[in-house]
């Protein structure tokens, strides 16, 4: 999830179909994770969390899935709805208590009605 | 509950002037975090204060930017003198407690442009 250069990769997914969207990140330190969603001239709003000691956690139709060994995070969003339409983005810290989070890039994730 | 709370939503300026901007935390909440947005650079971290006290400002970009926070309930991000490359979107957020994996919450931010 390095926030560099930014052209944001965007999925388009049809309404009701559900949608995956991934995160690489690259500190191997890294032991808390969050995605957000920011919808249009708002800030990100958070969905869900997961620890580095779990690698699954779900919440209302939305999975976070936690691969450690190949640095990988996705956000699975079932049954898609229109207001689902937003960026996503995941967010990592080492925190050590250190709150500082590095955030990605971003997602634009399109719904299809 | 309120979320956070910032002000003004958009502000437009003329560059060399001075900019404040400002944020109410969520209530009880002992940890504030400034971002600013840009489509080059994404959300970077500014500046974050733990119980009032600056922590890292590490991402300021110059000392033309300075922020403060008087007590738990208030914080400023000022900008003096302004240029048009601080034209961005200026985000606080704030967590719960200092420490462990406690998200932050965002407000709905200050569409900055410096003319």
């Known amino acids: 999830g390095e926030s560099v250069g930014l052209h944001l990769p965007t999925l388009s997914v049809q309404e009701g179909d559900n949608s995956i969207i991934n995160c690489a990140y690259s500190?191997?330190?890294?032991?808390?994770f969050i995605w957000y969603k920011q919808e249009s001239g708002k800030g990100p709003q958070f969905i869900i969390d997961?620890?580095?000691?779990?690698d699954k956690r779900q919440g209302q139709r939305v999975t976070v899935l936690l691969n450690k060994t190949v640095k990988h995070l996705s956000l699975q969003i079932a049954a898609t709805q229109p207001g689902d339409s937003a960026v996503y983005f995941c967010a990592e810290t080492a925190n050590f208590g250190n709150e500082k989070l590095t955030f990605g890039t971003g997602t634009r994730l399109t719904i299809i009605p | 509950d309120a979320g956070v709370i910032q002000s003004p939503r958009h502000e437009v300026t003329e560059m060399g002037q001075e900019v404040t901007l400002r944020c109410k935390p969520i209530?009880?909440?002992?940890?504030l975090f400034w971002y600013r947005q840009t489509m080059m650079r994404g959300l970077e971290l500014l500046i974050y204060?733990?119980?009032?006290?600056?922590?890292?400002d590490s991402g300021m970009p110059e000392d033309r930017f300075s922020a403060k926070m008087p007590n738990a309930s208030f914080s400023t991000l000022k900008i003096q003198p302004s240029e048009p490359r601080d034209s961005a979107v200026y985000f606080c957020a704030s967590s719960p407690r200092t420490g462990r994996d406690q998200p932050q919450h965002f407000g709905d931010g200050t569409r900055l442009s410096i003319l």
């Open positions: 204060f733990n119980n009032n006290v600056p922590i890292d």
């Open positions: 500190n191997s330190a890294s032991d808390y």
């Open positions: 209530s009880g909440h002992n940890s």
């Open positions: 997961i620890r580095s000691n779990m």
